[in-house]
């Protein structure tokens, strides 16, 4: 079994004794379920499970009423004598609780009861066809908890690195300490791992034990035409062949100079009029993640941030490998990307920071100037290079000098770097993404 970081909010999710039914969101395929359903074993000793996808007459335990009593008796009926009920100590798991909307009502009730502990499970929560707004959210009655992929320190931990060696990096960063340079080769080597393999669960466990990346090539293109499937099968009629026009676009999206997002390059002629719709049902899907431009590279980031010009990054950095042509990881491993490496080498980034909850913005003029991101860190605007070997940031060393009309608070260079800092820039191996937050 992989260790999630997931697994230390559900046990403070427990240990709260005012707990409410948990609605964990996330991609298909994320591990939502493996999760959960591992915690459960550990912590309960009655578990019901419910899958509305796998067995959609699940779903006609709800379709009347919604008391707890009631839905009780429903599901003993159901799943037989092994449905055991004892309160306070039987946890219910709601799979895949977007097929079934009545099943998401009836967690008011289960939190008045307050005798079950409940965790629903949701992979398209919240998109076209799924959306909130169709069901009756009981709003005040759940909490949510948002689930990515494995980030790279959870690929680190399935790797076998024990948390003394990222305890390491972390005193590393703290300290402006170069990291030990038999680490530090052995962290390089894990990161072109990970940028190939990505984060899906399935994926990184195939990895682990064959370490064939053709293996995980297949098992990543299957899911990958589960997402397209999707698209086909759940979005409104009007908008399927829209999305998949718009999802298949990405690699050459980022394979622009100008990485700015563009409705043209899906369709000659495409607009956002036509488009948007069908963007903003991948990114509600959490395949997608999106990088706004900012009129100022200065806090609030948000309040900068223009939403009409943005550059969109696959969620999974191995995902994305797996949408560009056979023999790219390859390539990878080896350090053979040409000028391809910068796309793939943001994306990475753009993982690392998705996967921690950041939102992602960037900073382009006309003039030439160009941050590829831009966070909040230890409470200042910081700008974020990325570099697929070395380089000089020229952008970022333009905004630093000119802090009567930038108001920022440093850079931080992303590259074939050990851990240094001058003139204000720190300079960071790309393994490091995952620590700055």
């Known amino acids: 079994m992989l260790k999630r970081k997931i697994e230390d909010q559900l046990i403070q999710w427990k240990n709260n004794e005012n707990r409410k039914p948990l609605v964990i969101k996330g991609v298909r395929q994320c591990g939502k379920t493996a999760s959960v359903q591992a915690f459960a074993e550990q912590y309960y000793d009655h578990v019901i499970y419910l899958n509305f996808f796998e067995n959609p007459e699940y779903a006609s335990v709800f379709a009347g009423s919604l008391k707890v009593d009631d839905l009780v008796m429903y599901m003993s009926a159901?799943?037989?004598?092994?449905?055991?009920?004892?309160?306070?100590?039987?946890?219910?798991?709601?799979?895949?609780?977007?097929?079934?909307?009545?099943?998401?009502?009836?967690?008011?009730?289960f939190k008045l009861d307050g005798r079950y502990d409940v965790i629903a499970t949701g992979s398209l929560l919240?998109?076209?066809?799924?959306?909130?707004?169709?069901?009756?959210?009981?709003?005040?009655?759940?909490?949510?908890?948002?689930m990515y992929p494995m980030d790279f320190e959870e690929f680190l931990w399935a790797n076998g690195i024990e948390q003394n060696v990222v305890d390491l990096l972390k005193r590393s960063l703290?300290?402006?300490?170069?990291?030990?340079?038999?680490?530090?080769?052995?962290?390089k080597d894990l990161l072109y791992q990970y940028t190939v393999v990505g984060g899906m669960p399935e994926v990184v466990q195939r990895f682990i034990d064959t370490r064939q990346i053709s293996q995980t090539f297949v098992l990543q293109r299957d899911i990958?035409?589960?997402?397209?499937?999707?698209?086909?099968?759940?979005?409104?009629?009007?908008?399927?062949?829209?999305?998949?026009?718009c999802f298949d676009s990405i690699p050459k999206q980022l394979a622009k100079e100008n990485k700015k997002f563009q409705y043209s390059v899906i369709r000659k002629k495409g607009t956002a009029d036509m488009y948007e719709g069908s963007l903003k049902w991948i990114e509600d899907a959490g395949i997608i993640n999106r990088c706004y431009n900012l009129s100022l590279p200065e806090l609030p980031l948000d309040g900068n941030a223009d939403k009409e010009i943005f550059k969109v990054y696959m969620a999974d950095t191995g995902l994305f490998t797996a949408m560009l042509e056979e023999g790219t990881q390859f390539d990878i491993l080896q350090g053979n990307l040409y000028g391809y490496k910068g796309a793939i080498f943001e994306n990475l980034v753009a993982d690392m920071l998705g996967k921690r909850g950041k939102s992602l913005y960037y900073f382009r003029k006309d003039s030439g100037i160009e941050i590829d991101f831009v966070m909040r860190y230890k409470g200042k605007a910081t700008l974020l290079e990325v570099k697929a070997a070395t380089g000089n940031a020229k952008s970022m060393k333009t905004i630093l000098g000119h802090p009567e009309k930038y108001h920022v608070g440093g850079g931080i260079k992303l590259g074939d770097y050990n851990v240094g800092l001058a003139n204000n820039i720190l300079t960071l191996p790309l393994y490091m993404g995952f620590l700055i937050v």
């Open 78 to 109: 159901l799943l037989g004598r092994n449905a055991i009920f004892e309160p306070g100590n039987t946890i219910i798991i709601l799979d895949e609780i977007q097929h079934c909307p009545n099943a998401r009502t009836s967690l008011k009730f």
């Open 126 to 146: 919240g998109v076209s066809g799924y959306g909130e707004e169709e069901i009756s959210v009981p709003v005040g009655y759940e909490e949510t908890l948002q």
């Open 174 to 187: 703290e300290e402006v300490t170069p990291v030990p340079a038999p680490i530090h080769e052995r962290m």
């Open 224 to 245: 990958i035409s589960s997402y397209r499937d999707d698209m086909v099968k759940y979005a409104n009629q009007k908008d399927k062949s829209k999305i998949r026009e």
